[in-house]
Antibody, heavy 119, light 108 residues
Framework: VQLVQSGAEVKKPGASVKVSCKAS????????IHWVRQAPGQGLEWLGI????????KYAQRFQGRITMTRDTSTNTVYMEVGSLTSEDTALYYC?????????????WGQGTLVTVSS | EVVLTQSPGTLSLSPGERATLSCRAS???????VAWYQQKPGQAPRLLVF???TRATGIPDRFSGSGSGTDFTLTISRLEPEDFAVYYC?????????FGGGTKVDIK
């Protein structure tokens, strides 16, 4: 099982960033994908979830309107796009899977994608 | 919205000692959906325990989880050098993930 994320990004305030998470080694549609971020020196913050089977999503309320999660079942890849970036969005962004049936936590995580927002 | 509060913020212990980490929920939660993670610098979180007492694959039996209602505990029976890290509790299973603020276990 692997979740491989795209590389680091540097963006200017007000821009958007799109991060990918490519899954392999398991049945893509049997696991939800969550996105979690971690600002420098801080804890873990949940951003949202996507069900790769039907594409349904749920976002953390504070990100509603500026975050979009999508998936491509032909490549087993999930995408997360965050818009209207500010310096407070500088963080390490992780994807993590969770079984759709009999959830048992997030057993596999991506390696993280560093997003830096700076003018 | 459930809030998870972890204590203490930092736990200073020596190798071989027992570590007891606490996670308190702001309201009663389903016991089945509490998990604990270990995170080391530069690494993604690693699932240790879920449900709240089932160890994840490959996790040594010195790690154990317990609790119900609003109070949950992660116990490390005898600290090994590789166990010094930050630990997070989590609620999962309802489409939303909620994390505690973390407890850092460092070497005394």
């Amino acid at each position: 099982v692997q979740l491989v994320q795209s590389g680091a990004e540097v963006k200017k305030p007000g821009a958007s960033v799109k991060v990918s998470c490519k899954a392999s080694g398991y049945t893509f549609t049997n696991y939800h994908i969550h996105w979690v971020r971690q600002a420098p020196g801080q804890g873990l913050e949940w951003l949202g979830i996507i069900n790769p089977s039907g594409g349904s999503t749920k976002y953390a309320q504070r990100f509603q309107g500026r975050i979009t999660m999508t998936r491509d079942t032909s490549t087993n890849t999930v995408y997360m796009e965050v818009g209207s970036l500010t310096s407070e969005d500088t963080a390490l962004y992780y994807c993590a899977r969770e079984a759709t049936e009999a959830p048992r936590g997030n057993d596999y995580w991506g390696q993280g994608t560093l997003v830096t927002v700076s003018s | 919205e459930v809030v998870l509060t972890q204590s203490p913020g930092t736990l200073s212990l020596s190798p071989g000692e027992r570590a007891t980490l606490s996670c308190r929920a702001s309201q009663s939660v389903s016991t089945s959906y509490v998990a604990w993670y270990q995170q080391k610098p530069g690494q993604a979180p690693r699932l240790l325990v879920f449900g709240p007492s089932t160890r994840a694959t490959g996790i040594p039996d010195r790690f154990s989880g317990s609790g119900s209602g609003t109070d949950f505990t992660l116990t490390i029976s005898r600290l090994e050098p590789e166990d010094f890290a930050v630990y997070y509790c989590q609620l999962y299973g309802g489409s939303v993930l909620t994390f505690g603020g973390g407890t850092k276990v460092d070497i005394k």
